[in-house]
């Protein structure tokens, strides 16, 4: 009589009605399995198939779920979380200058911006994120919840020209940001960038001082730029150059740039962006809530650039939901261009993930459902009243999809949200704690 075939042991095998890798692109997946072990995906592979291989500790039946990729929020400053509803309804430079940075200079410090990106974290599991790109002060504080929360963060070296809670100025942002990139760097979920904040916020030694160390430690390099028409005015007005132009003439450019925003751009610095093999971090929710503009997505696509989107500060968006930002950056690249193909679902999606990967440098670990990546999960129940019935289950995520049909979450293989609830943080204590910031410095 022949033996039976041993099982492989794993860790965890979840079974959802969909799966959506991402790769290959444009595919879903049905009766099929994912099978974890050790923070990694074995095997992505059909359901029966997954019986008869697999033996695991923990199993997961999602039978309304479609299972694809933890989101990755591509630029967000977590911290400002705590100044959500600060100043809205009013221009960027006015809510800046005349709001945002003198509240700082009160307020930030390591325990704000511990607590702030605790709460952001949360808020960010609650809609799917898996991942984030910070720029904002005390990068220790910051890596230390994204810790205690499960998640993988990309930690952006700010740098500022100006005196803020901070630094006194530039070169103490340098001396501190690489303390903390020395530091830091041997923890798992964590990367970097350089992150030098603005042109209009940044001197041209600071910016070749960036550039020059971003090379040197194989970082990439993350800046706003050309996110209202008053950044290019002033930079015409002081450098006789539209802020890419002068970045370019500094040697910022290259495939490890990332443009955030990029709403105002001509044709040929399109072309420009696409030759150097730069990327851009659309913003979609915060732009328009500013009265920004609307970037030229379909026509960055067009040209191959390689565009993943963010949410911005809560204080700029007011929420950390991803699944809003793939919905709206399509729907808006639809209506400017008129073109209904422009951007379909499955882009949208990739959009909000590998591309996400690819602009961090993190495309070898996360962002697509592969053997051999990091297993950054999510789930969504498409089985509720508004979405039934489920034609397409990509469509339905990401025209119709809401972070509140996010059920589950996983960060290398370990649950951080299961059936809505979060499994590291404590709700109770983070809602106090934000209560008591609001009470202590007010809404306004």
């Given at each position: 009589?022949?033996?039976?075939?041993?099982?492989?042991?794993?860790?965890?095998?979840?079974?959802?009605?969909?799966?959506?890798?991402?790769?290959?692109?444009?595919?879903?997946?049905?009766?099929?399995?994912?099978?974890?072990?050790?923070?990694?995906?074995?095997?992505?592979?059909?359901?029966?198939?997954?019986?008869?291989?697999?033996?695991?500790?923990?199993?997961?039946?999602?039978?309304?779920?479609?299972?694809?990729?933890g989101?990755?929020?591509?630029?967000?400053?977590?911290?400002?979380?705590?100044?959500?509803?600060?100043?809205?309804?009013?221009?960027?430079?006015?809510?800046?200058?005349?709001?945002i940075?003198?509240?700082?200079?009160?307020?930030?410090?390591?325990?704000?911006?511990?607590?702030?990106?605790?709460?952001?974290?949360?808020?960010?599991?609650?809609?799917?994120?898996?991942?984030?790109?910070?720029?904002?002060?005390?990068?220790?504080?910051?890596?230390?919840?994204a810790?205690?929360?499960?998640?993988?963060?990309?930690?952006?070296?700010?740098?500022?020209?100006?005196?803020?809670?901070?630094?006194?100025?530039?070169?103490?942002?340098?001396?501190?940001?690489?303390?903390?990139?020395r530091?830091?760097?041997?923890?798992?979920?964590?990367?970097?960038?350089?992150?030098?904040?603005?042109?209009?916020?940044?001197?041209?030694?600071?910016?070749?001082?960036a550039?020059?160390?971003?090379?040197?430690?194989?970082?990439?390099?993350?800046?706003?730029?050309?996110?209202?028409?008053?950044?290019?005015?002033?930079?015409?007005?002081?450098?006789?150059?539209?802020?890419?132009?002068?970045?370019?003439?500094?040697?910022?450019?290259?495939?490890?740039?990332?443009?955030?925003?990029?709403?105002?751009?001509?044709?040929?610095?399109?072309?420009?962006?696409?030759?150097?093999?730069?990327?851009?971090?659309?913003?979609?929710?915060?732009?328009?809530?500013?009265?920004?503009?609307?970037?030229?997505?379909?026509?960055?696509?067009?040209?191959?650039?390689?565009?993943?989107?963010?949410?911005?500060?809560?204080a700029?968006?007011?929420?950390?939901?991803?699944?809003?930002?793939?919905?709206?950056?399509?729907?808006?690249?639809?209506?400017?261009?008129?073109?209904?193909?422009?951007v379909?679902?499955?882009?949208?999606?990739?959009?909000?993930?590998?591309?996400?990967?690819?602009?961090?440098?993190l495309?070898?670990?996360?962002?697509?459902?592969?053997?051999g990546?990091?297993a950054?999960?999510?789930?969504?129940?498409?089985?509720?009243?508004?979405?039934?019935?489920?034609?397409?289950?990509?469509?339905?995520?990401?025209?119709?999809?809401?972070?509140?049909?996010?059920?589950?979450?996983?960060?290398?293989?370990?649950?951080?949200?299961?059936?809505?609830?979060?499994?590291?943080?404590?709700?109770?204590?983070?809602?106090?704690?934000?209560?008591?910031?609001?009470?202590?410095?007010?809404?306004v």
């Amino acid at each position: 009589m022949n033996a039976m075939p041993t099982k492989q042991p794993v860790d965890l095998l979840l079974f959802p009605r969909w799966v959506v890798p991402v790769v290959p692109p444009g595919v879903v997946l049905e009766e099929h399995a994912l099978a974890v072990e050790k923070g990694r995906i074995v095997a992505l592979l059909p359901r029966k198939e997954a019986r008869r291989r697999f033996s695991a500790k923990e199993e997961e039946e999602l039978k309304t779920h479609v299972l694809i990729p933890g989101l990755i929020n591509l630029h967000c400053h977590a911290a400002m979380s705590l100044f959500r509803g600060m100043a809205d309804d009013v221009p960027l430079g006015t809510w800046l200058r005349e709001h945002i940075w003198p509240a700082e200079a009160k307020q930030v410090c390591a325990r704000f911006v511990y607590d702030g990106t605790l709460l952001a974290c949360a808020q960010m599991q609650r809609s799917g994120i898996t991942c984030f790109n910070d720029m904002y002060f005390f990068p220790e504080a910051a890596s230390q919840a994204a810790e205690a929360a499960g998640m993988r963060a990309a930690l952006g070296l700010t740098v500022l020209e100006f005196p803020g809670a901070y630094t006194r100025g530039a070169e103490e942002c340098f001396a501190k940001g690489l303390e903390a990139y020395r530091s830091l760097r041997d923890k798992p979920r964590l990367s970097f960038c350089l992150a030098p904040h603005a042109p209009y916020s940044v001197s041209d030694l600071s910016f070749q001082r960036a550039a020059s160390l971003a090379k040197a430690l194989h970082l990439p390099l993350h800046t706003h730029l050309h996110e209202t028409r008053e950044e290019i005015t002033q930079s015409l007005k002081e450098h006789g150059l539209r802020p890419l132009e002068r970045l370019r003439r500094l040697g910022l450019l290259g495939p490890r740039f990332l443009a955030v925003h990029a709403v105002h751009l001509e044709a040929q610095e399109i072309a420009q962006l696409a030759a150097c093999g730069a990327s851009v971090a659309h913003c979609p929710t915060s732009n328009l809530k500013h009265g920004s503009g609307i970037a030229p997505l379909a026509a960055l696509l067009k040209a191959g650039i390689n565009v993943g989107l963010g949410t911005d500060s809560a204080a700029s968006n007011t929420r950390f939901d991803m699944l809003e930002e793939m919905r709206l950056a399509a729907l808006l690249a639809k209506g400017s261009s008129e073109e209904a193909a422009v951007v379909d679902a499955h882009k949208a999606l990739e959009m909000a993930t590998l591309a996400g990967a690819r602009a961090l440098a993190l495309e070898e670990e996360v962002g697509s459902l592969e053997a051999g990546k990091a297993a950054d999960l999510c789930a969504v129940d498409l089985g509720g009243w508004h979405s039934l019935p489920c034609r397409n289950p990509v469509s339905q995520l990401v025209y119709g999809g809401s972070s509140a049909e996010v059920t589950h979450l996983w960060t290398e293989g370990r649950a951080q949200l299961k059936n809505g609830k979060l499994l590291n943080l404590e709700e109770a204590a983070l809602k106090e704690m934000a209560q008591k910031q609001t009470e202590a410095f007010g809404c306004v």
